[in-house]
């Protein structure tokens, strides 16, 4: 591919944004391996893979059935095709549940240390939030300091994860009538950990074999994560960072500085950026940095710690999971900072070609090629300032020759916390249910999840957002997403033009987007305490709600925790990619269509975005019909 | 004559031929060993795919007249009269590409062989696993199939099989019996779910 226009399309066709198109076509010209060329290089892709048929668990296998019903039909074990799909979607499932889960627990081992004073540099930031917390805990408040409320509180989440008393607490939010599914059904999560690692012994070979019965703990694994682990991960951070209120900020790859130090913050937890955003505001570090000849640093987010910290500190975001290399590719980038999740094990390589430093915090996650800085709480100030030292020694060796950012960033509205949307619409939901009610906005879609090569970077996420708005559905956004939808000036309150004329009333009204940016991934979990409260005020079910959710472009694990938690809490889920199960035509009609006599929800499978908005406003007309509204 | 015949509609593109045919190729026989020989044994089958997901395997066709003996100047590549097979007499080969030339497959290509003491690059086309038909079985590529994509038989055998199941499809409603399944409803479905994703 060396001819010019043969690029440029190419790089076109890879991305929906100007500025990623641009970047685009500067690694295609300049021979910088990328995701779109890797997806290329694994072409074809193994059927039996995708399909889900093929059982690499123990060591009689790895096994796989045909999928055309004439070759094997049972593993060597006597798996049958349903048991294999089943047992690999429970997996997969268990990996993204585990990830959030995991992220959270940190969270709140470092609230117990901020309690204990044992944490440098952290506070406890949202008292409100605490002291609501604590009550739903049965934690004593009244005459206790923050620290010690903390304390209790953060012992009390750490018991959900192992936990012996068999019900999670958070889980408690949930409707009356979801909740009595979830009894009825056996699927009440008990345990954060607990349903993980019951999951992975089901996998065992011998133990479960009835793909119904797997899937069933499926929905409960899932819970856990919803309710559990990444709702514990959203309600700590807010406790020790603050929760998100409405704030301006900019997006896309222009937030890069063409004079200034960049450090881009890349993961999912907000532990150490939220410290580096406090240490680059150190008058010393901006001094040290015009020592080395520049105008001063400019930290920008990516993922969903750029998530994190856009909606806590109005923090610029440069972009999604696929901007990753593309950010390197400006030859502008000091450093990128990393905790983890969705970090490319090839990024080092790829800041190889420039002067940038790649440097992991984790002791979870470590890259070879990337320099190591572990991040601990006691010491997370100083570490932080060291790591911009870092980058702002990097700085002399930027090719300036090399710079090349692609226009102007892109102006957007966030930090739409639940509490922040329910104090728009004047501390009640009864504004935004009269207008559901009268039918000006028809009901709410959850748009949410990665970026995947497969599909055109953004046009999922931004078609279907714009196809929703304009059909009176709000839209509620989380993750790459959300940052999608930024970049594509989605997320101010002018893109209420596009919206339908119902919706575009309630916006210009309350001054808000038609499409509001709600968080990281783990923020999945304000989305369901936004459902929740609005089923509580007209006393139904999460279920009955018109609502709908959608991850138009996914390819994370932790997607099919989400979307899983999404069904199994009553929300139809649109899936743009197909998952890993259609070697079986039980579990596909199991997941499409028998678990809605359960839910009433159930997932389907729609790449193209405007049928995806189709499906979504067929679901959304249904349960308002069966509310008689 | 026999011949290992392709399914194109049973491909699932795992390219367990791919490995099987190297292995059968490299000096110990044997995937632990084949992986740390220092001339690589190169897959001579290749699952390709387009840009809708679609696999196709190919792999030399054994054509009688074969296109590729009937140019190569050195007499390097022969057919081995009891299979039909056509080979390659490495020590012969001097190169030239010209074979690759007139393959109307293209499923020609170079590379180090261990039965060579040099290092120079042969055509190492698909042998049809001679050593394998000798010792009773069946080719590596046919074998390693699980899908039956790829099925080693009497070419007369097989094309009998399609022919009478496209009969059975098109007279289906008098109640004939189809031999071959169709592809199932579930994995079309995917297919044209992979065909949307390919085309937006």
């Given at each position: 591919?060396?001819d010019?226009?043969?690029?440029?399309?190419?790089?076109?066709?890879?991305?929906?944004?100007?500025?990623d198109?641009?970047?685009?076509?500067?690694?295609?010209?300049?021979?910088?391996?990328?995701?779109?060329?890797?997806?290329?290089?694994?072409?074809?892709?193994?059927g039996?893979?995708?399909?889900?048929?093929?059982?690499?668990?123990?060591?009689?296998?790895?096994?796989?059935?045909?999928?055309?019903?004439?070759?094997?039909?049972?593993?060597?074990?006597?798996?049958?095709?349903?048991?294999?799909?089943a047992?690999?979607?429970?997996?997969?499932?268990?990996?993204?549940?585990?990830?959030h889960?995991?992220?959270?627990?940190?969270?709140?081992?470092?609230?117990?240390?901020?309690?204990?004073?044992?944490?440098?540099?952290?506070?406890?930031?949202?008292?409100?939030?605490?002291?609501?917390?604590?009550?739903?805990?049965?934690?004593?408040?009244?005459?206790?300091?923050?620290?010690?409320i903390?304390?209790?509180?953060a012992?009390?989440?750490?018991?959900?994860?192992?936990?012996?008393?068999?019900?999670?607490?958070?889980?408690?939010?949930a409707?009356?009538?979801?909740?009595?599914?979830?009894?009825?059904?056996?699927?009440?999560?008990?345990?954060?950990?607990?349903?993980?690692?019951?999951?992975?012994?089901?996998?065992?070979?011998?133990v479960d074999?009835?793909?119904?019965?797997?899937?069933?703990?499926?929905?409960?694994?899932?819970?856990?994560?919803?309710?559990?682990?990444?709702?514990?991960?959203?309600?700590?951070?807010?406790?020790?960072?603050?929760?998100?209120?409405?704030?301006?900020?900019e997006?896309?790859?222009?937030?890069?500085?063409?004079?200034?130090?960049?450090?881009?913050?890349h993961?999912?937890?907000?532990?150490?950026?939220?410290?580096?955003?406090?240490?680059?505001?150190?008058?010393?570090?901006?001094?040290?940095?015009?020592?080395?000849?520049?105008k001063?640093?400019?930290?920008?987010?990516?993922?969903?710690?750029?998530?994190?910290?856009?909606?806590?500190?109005?923090?610029?975001?440069?972009?999604?999971?696929?901007?990753?290399?593309?950010a390197?590719?400006?030859?502008?980038?000091?450093?990128?900072?990393?905790?983890?999740?969705?970090i490319?094990?090839s990024?080092?390589?790829?800041?190889?070609?420039?002067?940038?430093?790649?440097?992991?915090?984790?002791?979870?996650?470590?890259?070879?090629?990337?320099?190591?800085?572990?991040?601990?709480?006691?010491?997370?100030?100083?570490?932080?300032?060291?790591?911009?030292?870092?980058?702002?020694?990097?700085?002399?060796?930027?090719?300036?020759n090399?710079?090349?950012?692609?226009?102007?960033?892109?102006?957007?509205?966030?930090?739409?916390?639940?509490?922040?949307?329910?104090?728009?619409?004047?501390?009640?939901?009864k504004?935004?249910?009269?207008?559901?009610?009268a039918?000006?906005?028809?009901?709410?879609?959850?748009?949410?999840?990665?970026?995947?090569?497969?599909?055109?970077?953004d046009?999922?996420?931004?078609?279907?957002?714009?196809?929703?708005?304009?059909?009176?559905?709000?839209?509620?956004?989380?993750?790459?997403?959300?940052?999608?939808?930024?970049?594509?000036?989605?997320?101010?309150?002018?893109?209420?033009?596009?919206?339908?004329?119902?919706?575009?009333?309630?916006?210009?009204?309350l001054?808000?987007?038609?499409?509001?940016h709600?968080?990281?991934?783990?923020?999945?979990?304000?989305?369901?305490?936004?459902?929740?409260?609005?089923?509580?005020?007209?006393?139904?079910?999460?279920?009955?709600?018109?609502?709908?959710?959608?991850a138009?472009?996914?390819?994370?694990?932790?997607?099919?925790?989400?979307?899983?938690?999404?069904?199994?809490?009553?929300?139809?889920?649109?899936?743009?990619?197909?998952?890993?199960?259609?070697?079986?035509?039980?579990?596909?009609?199991?997941?499409?269509?028998?678990?809605k006599?359960?839910?009433?929800?159930?997932?389907?499978?729609?790449?193209?975005?405007?049928?995806?908005?189709?499906?979504?406003?067929?679901?959304?007309e249904?349960?308002?019909?069966?509310?008689?509204? | 004559?026999?011949?290992v015949?392709?399914?194109?509609?049973r491909?699932?593109?795992?390219?367990?031929c791919?490995?099987?045919?190297?292995?059968?190729?490299?000096?110990?026989?044997?995937?632990?060993?084949a992986?740390?020989?220092?001339?690589?044994?190169?897959?001579?089958?290749?699952?390709?795919?387009?840009?809708?997901?679609?696999?196709?395997?190919n792999?030399?066709?054994?054509?009688?007249?074969?296109?590729?003996?009937?140019?190569?100047?050195?007499?390097?590549?022969?057919?081995?009269?009891?299979?039909?097979?056509?080979l390659?007499?490495?020590?012969?080969?001097?190169?030239?590409?010209?074979?690759?030339?007139a393959?109307?497959?293209?499923?020609?290509?170079?590379?180090?062989?261990?039965?060579?003491?040099?290092?120079?690059?042969?055509?190492?086309?698909?042998?049809?696993?001679?050593?394998?038909?000798?010792?009773?079985?069946?080719?590596?590529?046919?074998?390693?199939?699980?899908?039956?994509?790829l099925?080693?038989?009497?070419?007369?055998d097989?094309?009998?099989?399609?022919?009478?199941?496209?009969?059975?499809?098109?007279?289906?409603?008098?109640?004939?019996?189809?031999?071959?399944?169709?592809?199932?409803?579930?994995?079309?479905?995917?297919?044209?779910?992979?065909?949307?994703?390919?085309?937006?």
């Amino acid at each position: 591919m060396c001819d010019p226009k043969t690029m440029r399309m190419e790089a076109e066709k890879r991305s929906l944004d100007r500025t990623d198109q641009e970047m685009n076509l500067v690694t295609i010209q300049d021979g910088i391996e990328t995701a779109w060329d890797r997806l290329s290089s694994q072409q074809p892709q193994c059927g039996f893979g995708q399909l889900g048929v093929c059982c690499n668990n123990c060591a009689m296998g790895p096994c796989r059935i045909d999928p055309f019903g004439e070759k094997a039909k049972r593993g060597v074990c006597g798996a049958d095709v349903d048991t294999i799909v089943a047992r690999n979607l429970l997996d997969d499932l268990c990996v993204g549940a585990s990830a959030h889960s995991d992220h959270g627990r940190e969270v709140v081992e470092v609230m117990r240390e901020t309690a204990r004073g044992q944490a440098e540099g952290y506070r406890i930031t949202d008292g409100k939030k605490l002291q609501r917390l604590a009550a739903e805990y049965g934690i004593p408040v009244s005459g206790r300091s923050n620290e010690a409320i903390a304390e209790d509180l953060a012992n009390g989440m750490l018991e959900e994860y192992g936990c012996i008393k068999n019900h999670l607490q958070l889980s408690d939010r949930a409707p009356e009538p979801t909740r009595a599914i979830w009894e009825k059904t056996g699927i009440v999560p008990r345990g954060i950990d607990r349903e993980i690692v019951e999951a992975m012994h089901r996998i065992h070979m011998g133990v479960d074999a009835d793909y119904v019965n797997i899937l069933l703990h499926a929905m409960r694994t899932a819970l856990g994560d919803g309710w559990g682990g990444s709702m514990i991960a959203t309600e700590c951070s807010d406790i020790l960072f603050g929760t998100p209120k409405p704030l301006s900020s900019e997006v896309n790859l222009g937030t890069l500085s063409t004079d200034k130090v960049n450090v881009v913050l890349h993961g999912h937890n907000p532990l150490l950026s939220e410290m580096i955003v406090a240490a680059a505001e150190d008058p010393g570090m901006k001094q040290y940095a015009e020592k080395k000849g520049a105008k001063g640093i400019n930290l920008v987010g990516m993922c969903c710690t750029g998530n994190e910290l856009l909606m806590r500190s109005g923090v610029p975001i440069a972009g999604n999971v696929l901007d990753q290399e593309l950010a390197i590719a400006t030859g502008a980038v000091e450093a990128m900072i990393v905790d983890y999740q969705c970090i490319y094990p090839s990024i080092p390589a790829t800041a190889a070609c420039y002067h940038t430093r790649v440097i992991t915090t984790s002791r979870k996650a470590k890259i070879p090629g990337a320099e190591y800085m572990e991040f601990h709480p006691k010491t997370a100030l100083a570490t932080a300032k060291e790591i911009i030292k870092r980058a702002i020694d990097a700085y002399p060796d930027r090719d300036p020759n090399r710079v090349r950012i692609p226009g102007k960033p892109m102006k957007l509205m966030a930090g739409f916390s639940e509490e922040a949307i329910c104090s728009a619409l004047g501390g009640t939901y009864k504004p935004l249910i009269d207008a559901i009610v009268a039918g000006s906005i028809r009901g709410a879609v959850g748009v949410v999840g990665c970026n995947n090569p497969k599909i055109r970077h953004d046009y999922g996420h931004v078609t279907l957002a714009q196809e929703l708005i304009k059909r009176n559905i709000l839209v509620v956004e989380t993750g790459c997403a959300a940052i999608a939808c930024g970049k594509a000036g989605l997320l101010l309150p002018e893109a209420a033009d596009q919206a339908g004329e119902g919706l575009k009333g309630v916006c210009n009204l309350l001054g808000i987007p038609p499409v509001l940016h709600m968080g990281s991934c783990v923020d999945n979990s304000r989305i369901l305490v936004m459902a929740a409260k609005i089923a509580n005020e007209l006393g139904v079910g999460i279920g009955d709600l018109p609502i709908g959710g959608a991850a138009p472009e996914w390819y994370s694990q932790k997607a099919i925790s989400i979307g899983t938690y999404f069904v199994a809490s009553g929300v139809y889920t649109v899936l743009g990619i197909p998952p890993k199960i259609f070697g079986s035509q039980n579990v596909l009609t199991l997941l499409a269509d028998g678990v809605k006599g359960i839910t009433n929800s159930s997932f389907a499978v729609e790449p193209d975005p405007v049928k995806a908005a189709d499906l979504l406003e067929a679901e959304i007309e249904r349960k308002r019909t069966a509310l008689k509204i | 004559m026999k011949t290992v015949f392709v399914r194109q509609e049973r491909c699932v593109g795992c390219r367990h031929c791919e490995v099987a045919c190297a292995i059968e190729h490299s000096l110990g026989r044997n995937l632990l060993s084949a992986i740390q020989e220092k001339k690589v044994s190169y897959p001579r089958i290749y699952v390709e795919s387009d840009d809708a997901y679609q696999t196709f395997p190919n792999r030399c066709r054994h054509c009688d007249p074969a296109p590729c003996m009937q140019v190569c100047p050195t007499g390097a590549l022969y057919r081995d009269e009891e299979t039909g097979s056509v080979l390659v007499a490495y020590e012969k080969c001097i190169q030239c590409a010209v074979c690759a030339m007139a393959c109307p497959f293209g499923i020609i290509s170079f590379s180090q062989v261990h039965e060579l003491d040099t290092n120079r690059e042969v055509n190492t086309k698909c042998d049809d696993c001679i050593r394998r038909q000798r010792e009773g079985s069946i080719p590596a590529c046919a074998e390693a199939c699980k899908t039956g994509a790829l099925i080693f038989g009497d070419a007369d055998d097989l094309i009998r099989t399609s022919r009478i199941d496209f009969t059975a499809r098109l007279i289906g409603s008098r109640g004939a019996e189809i031999s071959l399944p169709a592809v199932p409803e579930n994995v079309s479905a995917y297919r044209k779910i992979m065909e949307t994703v390919a085309g937006l």
